[in-house]
C-alpha cells in the first residue's frame, strides 16, 4: 500500500512549496471561499469531473474553479457559453431502477456477479450520518468493522474523501464489497449495455478511470485500517445485451490509477494559483455583471484542447477565447505537436507561404519563420505540394 | 493526419470556408441512396424512439415508438422498418450479371472456370454520423436472433415475420461498413470530412450540423460562426435549433418535451383500457390517437433538420467527379452484397455473435489489405492525396531528361531502359528499391538504379514493354515527359491465402463450430428493456 496522496506532512521532499501548516490550510480554504463567494456553498467534485481533470492537469483555470467549488455550469452560462452537458430523465430513471435491481435480495445478487454463489449473510451497514464528514467517518468505521469481521460486507453508496491539489473532496462510489479476507472491491453500476460480453471501449474507458480515483480514495482508509487492502480490479456491472438482467465484468484498473495518481501528484497546488490572483477577485455570481465574472475568468490561464468540450463546462468559453488568440491548438493536440515553435494559426500560415508578412496572428510571433528550421522547411514544401496540386486539379477542370 | 491537412485547416480558420481535401469523390455515390436517420431513447440499448427513411429527399417515411418502452410498439417499429428497408434491398437482388470466375475442383483439384452471379449493382444505406453506423450494428445485433412465430411457435414474445431477416440485413452492412474503401454504408460526416477540411478540430468534426456551417455556408457567414450557433444556439424555450444528428437526442428535448409528451400517451392509453362505455371509449380513443400525433409531431422536429442535412451533404459530394479507381471498389462492395444475398437464399442462419477464429482472421486479413489498397488507390486517384505521400517521402514526380537503351544481358535480351529523372521531392530512395507509375491504369515498375552528381535520379524500366528486344510503343517515357512515381504498390501485395476452414490447423482454429445455430436473447416478462 503506497502512501496516499495527500498527507501534507510526508510529500516528497523535491516539491519546494512550504509544507501546509493547519494555518495555512485555514488560508487557503479562507482564500477559495472568498473566490467562490461566501455564501455560495461548494459545490462536490464528482469522480467524473476527477478523472477528467486529471485528462488536463495542465489547466489552472479548471483546477482552481473546481478546488474552489465554483458551479461552473452557472458560470458558463453567465459568461454566455451554456455548457451542453445535461441528462436525459429517461436514463437517470433507467440508473437508477437498474441500480436497483442489482443491489436487491439484500446485495445477494452483487455477490453473485462477483461469483460467490452462497455468500452466507451479506451485511449492509447503514451509512447515513449528517453532513459529509459525518458520513466519511461512518463509512471509514463500517469498512473497519467489515474488515475485522469473517463475512461478506456490501457498503451501499459509501462516501470517501481525497485530497487534489489542496483541498478535499468527496467521492460516492457506487459500492463497495468486502471480502472475507479483508480485500475490498470497488463497484462501478452502469447503464450502458454489455452486448456480446462487450461494451461500448470509450465508455468503459472512463468508468475505470473513474473507479481509479475511488481506489486512490480507498487507499486513503485502507492505509489506515489494518489488514485490509484495496483491490486493483474494479467490478463493472451493466445490463446484458439488451436485457436489463445485470452481467459484470472484472477490469483491471492499475495503469488507469498509476496514470490518475501520477497526474493528481503534477497538478498545481491550487493555493499557488490562488495566491497569484489580484486581490478582490471574485467568482461569486451574485452581484457581478458578465463583464467582471469574464474577467476574473480571464485572470486564470486556461490549458484549452478540443476534448475539453466533452468534459468541461466552460469548454465553450474557453474556445473561443483560444480562437480569438489564434492558437493552433483549437485544432487539436496533434497538430500543435507537429508545428514546432509556431503557436499561433498566423504564423504557421506565414511561414508555410513564406512571405515573411504577418499573417492574421499577432505579430510578435516568429513570423514567417526562418527558413533553416526544419519545421519551417517541411511546412513550406507541404504549402508548395499542396497549392501544385490544386493548381493541378483546377486546369484538369477547366479542360 | 498530415501536414497538409493541417495547412488546409488552417486555411480554412482563415477565410472562414472549408478547403479541400480532394479533387475527387473518393467514395461511391449510388443513383438512388436509402437514408436512415434513428433516434434512440436515451438510457435503454437498442430501443428506438423514431426514424426518417427513404430515398427520396422529398417524401420521408416517419417512424415513431410513442412510448419506447413498449415491447409491442418496438416490434411494430421494427415491423415497418422492414418495409421500408427489405423491398429496397430485393430491388437489387434480381438484376446480375454473369462473371467468370476460376474455382478449383474439390475432388480432382482441377481449376475451372465458372460462370457466377454478381449484382448489377448494390443497395446503398447512409445514416448522418458514425454513431448511427454503430446503430445500424445494434440494430442488427438486437432483431437478427429474434424469433417469428413461424420460426418457433412457443417463443414467448414473437417478433413480426421479417423483422430477423432486417437484423440480418443490417449486421451485414454494419461489418461491411469497417472495410476501408466500402461503401454500402456511410456515414454523412465521414463523406464530408474526407473531402473537406473544416477550421475546426477533428472532435468537433462529428457534428453534422457544424460541419455543414463550414462547408457550405448560408449567406457566406463564416464557418466558425455558423458552427458555433449549430452546436449551442437555442430557442426562446431552450431547444437547440440544429438538433443532434443522432441516435441519441438532447436532454433538453427529451426532458422539457419529449417526457411530458409520452407521459400524456400514456395517461391517454390508460385511459382508453378504463372506458366503460363507447361514448367515453371514443372520447378516449380520439385523445390517444392527439397523444400518438404529438409524440410524432416532437421527434419529427428532431429528425427532419437531420434529414435534410443528410441529403444536403449528399449533394455537395455529388459535385465532386468520381474517383477513376472508386467502381473498382465498389465492385468489391457488389460482390460483398452478392454473396450476402445467396447465404439468406441458401437458409444459412444468422451471423454468430462472434467470430470464429477461422473467419476473424480471415476478417482482419481482409481489412488490411482494402487498407492499402484504399490508401494506394485514393493516391493515384487523386493529385492532392499523391501531394501527402510525396512530403512523406513515399512518391515523387519527376521530369525525365534522358532516355538511354539498355538490354539484359541473357540469350534474348529484353529491354532495361534507363531514365535520367529530375525531381524536388525527397523520396527514400536505396539501391534496388523499386518504384511505380501507373501506365493506362496498369502499374509499371522501375529500379532505383544510382543517384548522378547533379541530384538527378536514374530508374531502370523492368516491366510492360512487351515481349520483343524493341520495347513496345507508348510503353517507355519520353524525354520531357512528368512522371508521378510511387514507392509503394499500386495493387496492395495479399498475403499467403488463409487456408479453408476445414484446412486449418487445430492451434490456430479456435474451438469447434457448433452447428446449432445460435439461441435468440433471453426475454423478460417486463416490457422494459
Not at chain 1, 265 to 288: H, N, Q, V, Y
Request: proline letters at 8%; hydrophobic letters at 40%.
Amino acid at each position: 500500500m503506497s502512501a496516499s496522496l495527500d498527507d501534507g506532512g510526508s510529500r516528497p521532499p523535491q516539491t519546494t512549496d512550504p509544507v501546509p501548516t493547519p494555518a495555512s490550510r485555514r488560508r487557503t480554504r479562507e482564500r477559495l471561499a472568498e473566490l467562490r463567494g461566501p455564501a455560495v456553498p461548494p459545490r462536490p467534485l464528482d469522480a467524473r469531473a476527477l478523472a477528467a481533470l486529471a485528462a488536463n492537469p495542465g489547466c489552472r483555470r479548471r483546477a482552481l474553479l473546481d478546488g474552489a467549488g465554483v458551479d461552473k455550469a452557472a458560470l458558463a452560462s453567465r459568461l454566455g457559453s451554456p455548457a451542453p452537458f445535461g441528462q436525459s430523465q429517461f436514463a437517470i430513471v433507467r440508473g437508477n431502477s437498474f441500480e436497483a435491481k442489482v443491489k436487491a435480495d439484500g446485495g445477494r445478487e452483487l455477490l453473485r456477479l462477483l461469483g460467490v454463489e452462497d455468500p452466507g449473510t451479506v451485511a449492509v451497514p447503514d451509512l447515513s450520518a449528517s453532513g459529509p464528514e459525518g458520513r466519511t467517518a461512518r463509512t471509514a468505521l463500517a469498512l473497519r468493522e467489515a474488515t475485522a469481521g469473517d463475512g461478506w460486507t456490501l457498503l451501499d453508496h459509501p462516501l470517501l474523501t481525497l485530497e487534489v491539489a489542496g483541498s478535499p473532496v468527496h467521492l460516492e462510489p457506487d459500492a463497495v464489497v468486502v471480502d472475507p479476507t479483508g480485500r475490498w472491491t470497488v463497484v462501478e453500476i452502469k447503464s450502458f449495455p454489455m452486448v456480446d460480453g462487450a461494451a461500448d471501449a470509450a465508455k468503459v474507458g472512463a468508468a475505470a478511470r473513474q473507479a481509479a480515483v475511488y481506489v486512490l480514495a480507498l487507499e486513503r482508509v485502507a492505509a489506515l485500517t489494518e489488514g485490509a487492502e484495496v483491490g486493483h480490479t474494479v467490478l463493472l456491472v451493466c445490463p446484458k445485451d439488451f436485457s436489463n438482467l445485470p452481467t459484470a465484468s472484472a477490469v483491471d484498473v492499475r495503469r488507469q490509477r498509476a496514470v490518475t495518481r501520477r497526474q493528481l501528484e503534477r497538478l498545481t497546488r491550487i493555493e499557488e494559483i490562488a495566491e497569484a490572483l489580484p486581490e478582490g477577485l471574485s467568482f461569486d455570481l451574485e452581484g457581478r455583471s458578465a463583464e467582471e465574472l469574464s474577467a476574473a475568468v480571464e485572470a486564470v490561464p486556461h490549458a484549452y484542447a478540443p476534448d475539453c468540450l466533452t468534459a468541461c463546462e466552460l469548454g465553450f468559453h474557453c474556445r473561443s477565447r483560444a480562437r480569438e488568440a489564434d492558437a493552433v491548438q483549437t485544432l487539436g493536440r496533434a497538430v500543435r505537436g507537429e508545428l514546432g515553435g509556431l503557436t499561433t494559426i498566423g504564423a504557421v500560415l506565414a511561414a508555410a507561404r513564406g512571405d515573411g508578412a504577418p499573417g492574421s496572428g499577432d505579430a510578435d510571433g516568429p513570423e514567417g519563420g526562418a527558413p533553416e528550421d526544419p519545421a519551417v522547411a517541411a511546412l513550406r514544401r507541404a504549402w508548395a505540394l499542396r497549392q501544385e496540386a490544386l493548381a493541378g486539379a483546377e486546369a484538369a477542370a477547366c479542360r | 493526419m498530415s501536414l497538409i491537412a493541417h495547412l488546409a485547416r488552417m486555411e480554412a480558420v482563415e477565410t472562414g470556408r472549408a478547403q479541400p481535401l480532394a479533387t475527387v469523390r473518393h467514395r461511391h455515390l449510388g443513383g438512388r441512396p436509402l437514408v436512415l436517420v434513428p433516434l434512440t431513447t436515451a438510457g435503454e440499448a437498442g430501443a428506438p424512439l423514431g426514424a426518417l427513411v427513404g430515398t427520396d429527399p422529398d417524401e420521408p417515411r416517419l417512424l415513431v415508438v410513442p412510448q419506447p418502452r413498449d415491447r409491442e410498439l418496438r416490434f411494430a417499429f421494427l415491423a415497418e422498418l422492414a418495409e421500408e428497408v427489405l423491398p429496397y434491398v430485393d430491388g437489387y437482388a434480381d438484376a446480375v450479371e454473369l462473371v467468370e470466375r476460376n474455382e478449383t475442383d474439390p475432388e480432382t483439384g482441377k481449376k475451372t472456370k465458372v460462370e457466377v452471379e454478381l449484382c448489377a449493382d448494390a443497395p446503398q444505406l447512409i445514416v448522418p454520423s458514425r454513431a448511427g453506423i454503430e446503430y445500424v450494428r445494434l440494430l442488427g445485433r438486437s432483431t437478427r436472433f429474434r424469433r417469428t412465430a413461424e420460426q418457433d411457435p412457443d417463443t414467448p414474445y414473437p417478433a413480426p415475420p421479417r423483422v430477423p431477416l432486417l437484423g440480418r440485413w443490417l449486421t451485414h452492412y454494419g461489418e461491411r461498413a469497417r472495410v476501408p474503401g466500402s461503401s454500402l454504408l456511410l456515414a454523412a460526416t465521414d463523406l464530408l470530412n474526407r473531402h473537406w477540411a473544416t477550421g475546426q478540430s477533428s472532435l468537433e468534426d462529428q457534428h453534422l450540423g457544424a460541419l455543414l456551417a463550414w462547408i457550405d455556408p448560408y449567406d457566406d457567414e463564416p464557418g466558425a460562426e455558423g458552427a458555433h450557433r449549430a452546436e449551442l444556439g437555442r430557442d426562446s424555450r431552450g431547444q437547440l435549433l440544429c438538433p443532434p444528428a443522432g441516435p441519441a437526442t438532447d436532454p433538453a428535448f427529451d426532458n422539457q418535451l419529449l417526457a411530458p409528451a409520452i407521459e400524456a400517451y400514456d395517461r391517454a392509453r390508460q385511459a382508453v383500457g378504463a372506458a366503460e362505455d363507447g361514448g367515453t371509449a371514443d372520447a378516449a380513443l380520439a385523445a390517444l390517437h392527439r397523444a400518438e400525433r404529438e409524440v410524432r409531431r416532437l421527434v419529427l422536429s428532431q429528425l427532419r433538420p437531420t434529414w435534410g442535412a443528410t441529403w444536403r451533404a449528399l449533394g455537395l459530394l455529388r459535385q465532386l467527379p468520381e474517383g477513376a479507381r472508386v467502381p473498382d471498389r465498389w465492385t468489391r462492395d457488389r460482390w460483398s452484397f452478392t454473396a450476402h444475398r445467396d447465404r439468406i437464399t441458401a437458409g444459412e442462419p444468422p451471423q454468430p455473435r462472434r467470430d470464429d477464429a477461422v473467419t476473424a482472421a480471415a476478417k482482419l486479413a481482409a481489412r488490411e489489405q482494402a487498407q492499402g489498397q484504399l490508401d494506394a488507390q485514393e493516391a493515384l486517384d487523386d493529385p492532392l492525396v499523391l501531394a501527402g505521400r510525396r512530403l512523406s517521402g513515399e512518391a515523387f514526380a519527376a521530369e525525365v531528361t534522358e532516355v538511354t537503351m539498355a538490354w539484359t544481358e541473357s540469350k534474348r535480351p529484353a529491354p532495361r531502359p534507363l531514365l535520367t529523372v529530375r525531381t524536388e521531392d525527397r523520396p527514400h530512395l536505396d539501391a534496388g528499391v523499386k518504384v511505380y507509375r501507373s501506365l493506362g491504369g496498369k502499374p509499371q515498375s522501375a529500379e532505383f538504379a544510382r543517384r548522378e552528381e547533379d541530384g538527378s535520379l536514374v530508374l531502370r524500366l523492368l516491366d510492360r514493354m512487351g515481349r520483343s528486344k524493341e520495347p513496345a510503343e507508348g510503353t517507355v517515357p519520353e524525354k520531357g515527359e512528368r512522371i508521378s512515381w510511387t514507392l509503394f504498390e499500386h495493387d496492395a501485395r495479399v498475403g499467403p491465402k488463409l487456408p479453408d476452414p476445414e484446412e486449418t490447423p487445430w492451434t490456430h482454429g479456435g474451438p469447434p463450430r457448433s452447428a446449432d445455430a445460435e439461441l435468440p436473447d433471453a426475454v423478460t416478462p417486463e416490457d422494459l428493456l
